[in-house]
């Protein structure tokens, strides 16, 4: 029988000891703990199987098996790669808007970013920025957005109860800055904050609105207040209602304005009428009318600026 045989049948006790004590470890039997079947392959000098981290045989007589697995490196061929998880890495952390925006400011950021981050996260099959483009591609413009009702968002992918809530309340919370700001200081002095928030309030409405601003003696804000509602082309102002309001409010004076939802803001002769007749049944009950108001999409008709004609 070869010497590859002996050593694993019948190691002479002496020479595996020596053998343990030249690779500095103990002495453990390793040959006679494995399995008969594989001492037998191995005395026919048939090569065992070696499985993840066990040391292939070595055909030598200084104890094989402990110096072959004092040196022995794992087996690393067998382990199984990561399943890939089919997303794409398509923005880089720097790249992200919350990143960008602490960084940079909010100024830095899109209109779709900005809805981004208002939303958060998307739902399942459908990636919150790509919701974000589809919302301000179905209203046109932020505010078409800022003046949406819940029933809007309605069968719109990726947006649920929850983010409906989310935008609706972000929504009123710009509207309520602006009406704050207009507290701030007398109206008088600031009339493009106030056109400013009619644009947003009613500008991309797709019917006539009218609405009333109560204001003390010093032109600051009372109360706002919307009091008609139309059609695409016309609407009933009734004024005997908005003298009663304006003395409930116990207002010093007023702004009025309406909205043309053509986006045009040339007014109309009826609306020249209305005018006329606001200012007189208001001074009846000494309350001035400051100015008349008619808002379009991107421009503003200012009866008072233009001499009440």
């Not at 048939?46 to 022995?72: I, Q």
């Not at 008088?188 to 019917?207: C, F, K, M, N, Q």
């Not at 808002?295 to 600026?305: D, Q, V, Y």
């Amino acid at each position: 029988m070869d010497d590859y045989a002996c050593v694993e049948t019948a190691a002479d006790p002496v020479e595996t000891n020596a053998a343990a004590k030249v690779s500095g470890l103990a002495a453990p039997q390793a040959a006679a703990r494995r399995p008969a079947r594989l001492r037998l392959a191995a005395c026919a000098g048939v090569p065992e199987p070696h499985g993840p981290g066990t040391p292939a045989a070595r055909p030598d007589k200084f104890g094989a098996d402990v110096l072959a697995f004092s040196a022995a490196r794992p087996d690393t061929s067998w382990a199984t790669p990561r399943r890939p998880t089919g997303r794409k890495r398509s923005r880089g952390k720097r790249d992200m808007p919350r990143e960008r925006l602490l960084d940079f400011g909010p100024a830095t950021l899109s209109n779709a970013d900005l809805v981004a981050l208002v939303l958060g996260s998307g739902l399942p099959g459908h990636d919150v920025f790509r919701i974000a483009h589809s919302l301000l591609k179905r209203f046109g413009s932020l505010r078409a957005l800022l003046d949406a009702t819940p029933a809007d968002f309605d069968g719109l992918p990726g947006i649920g109860p929850a983010k409906t809530a989310q935008l609706l309340a972000i929504l009123e919370l710009a509207r309520r800055s602006l009406v704050e700001k207009m507290r701030e200081k007398p109206l008088i002095d600031s009339p493009e904050a106030v056109e400013d928030y009619l644009r947003l309030l009613i500008g991309s409405r797709p019917h006539e609105v009218f609405v009333c601003l109560f204001l003390d003696a010093r032109h600051r804000l009372i109360d706002f207040e919307e009091s008609s509602r139309g059609s695409l082309t016309r609407m009933a102002v009734y004024p005997r209602e908005i003298v009663r309001r304006a003395l409930a409010a116990n207002a010093a004076s007023m702004i009025v304005a309406h909205n043309h939802p053509s986006g045009a803001v040339k007014p109309s002769a009826s609306d020249r009428r209305l005018t006329q007749v606001l200012r007189d049944t208001l001074a009846l009950i000494d309350v001035q009318l400051v100015d008349h108001l008619v808002i379009g999409t991107h421009e503003t008709f200012s009866f008072a600026r233009a001499g009440w004609s």
